[in-house]
């Protein structure tokens, strides 16, 4: 055993989703794809399957802390992935743990509204993550609804969030990944600005209502973090999983959204 390399390690603190699609779930698989192994803390129960969200428990912070204590005391982690984080005293203990541990890559995924388009924070909790988990992050992942509500404003075309991405940086992100699923138009172009320049990652729009590629291309990004790629790569590499994964993916439940093939790249 002692001559066994010792694994390279991602952490995703989010909630889990008993349908298997999205949270938790889709975060280990993703690792598990890129080779990485993946430790979680999770921060909310909910029980969901491919139609709806029916209940959600939120764990005490205590419990929570000492998940996350645990993974670090024994795990050389490489990026820490954030996704469902249910209300403001769940983001101060999170902030909390990584101003203790200070992981090298923080990948946030700001899980604020629903596919329905209700707003899942409430304003403690917005104010919460904007203070305390932005400026911890390597990269943020907002999606257009997301990047609305954080900056108070409508964003309706390329040009709208070109001007957001210097905006969302000016919140005290270091860098920002703005996923452009929600514009229109027959390519889907999720826009970097890193801090020293900005990069389009362009892909064809599928006819295909995805369940879980927020969470899938944050967690493939600390997965990529992890294995040394630059975020730049990291964020390049992680677009084009996710667009594979859609292309491949399935639906196993009644419902009308198709849950993502994770290990398609090993299927040849």
């Known amino acids: 055993m002692s001559n066994q390399r010792r694994a390279i390690c991602a952490l995703t603190i989010a909630g889990s989703d008993s349908g ?35 209940a959600v428990n939120v764990p005490p912070t ?24 249910a209300n403001a005293r769940v983001i101060h203990a999170v902030a909390d743990a990584l101003e203790r541990h200070r992981p090298k890559h ?20 917005l104010n919460a993550l904007r203070s305390r988990l932005i400026p911890l992050a390597t990269v943020i992942t907002p999606n257009i609804p997301e990047a609305e509500l954080l900056l108070g404003h409508t964003i309706v075309s390329g040009a709208d969030a070109d001007r957001a991405l210097a905006e969302l940086r000016a919140l005290g992100a270091r860098a920002v990944l ?35 590629t927020g969470c899938t291309l944050a967690s493939a990004i600390a997965a990529q973090l992890s294995l040394g790629q630059s975020l730049a790569g990291a964020c390049a590499a992680a677009a084009d999983y996710v667009h594979g994964a859609l292309v491949h993916a ?3 439940g009644k419902g009308k959204v198709a849950v993502l093939d994770h290990f398609w790249k090993l299927r040849g």
Do not use: W, Y
């Open 20 to 54: 298997g699609g999205a949270g938790i779930q889709a975060d280990l698989k993703t690792f598990a794809a890129h080779g990485v192994h993946g430790l979680s803390a999770i921060a909310a129960l909910t029980a969901q399957n491919t139609r709806a969200v029916t």
């Open 62 to 85: 205590a419990f929570l802390h000492a998940q996350i204590d645990a993974c670090f005391d024994d795990f050389r982690i490489g990026a820490v992935k954030l996704g469902m984080l």
């Open 106 to 125: 923080v990948v946030l995924d700001p899980v604020m509204v629903a596919s329905s388009g209700a707003r899942l924070l409430d304003p403690a909790a």
């Open 178 to 212: 703005l996923k452009g699923g929600h514009l229109q138009g027959r390519e889907m172009t999720d826009r970097l600005d890193d801090g020293r320049r900005r990069h389009a990652f362009v892909h064809a729009r599928l006819k295909v209502e995805g369940h879980g």
């Open 250 to 252: 399935s639906r196993p």
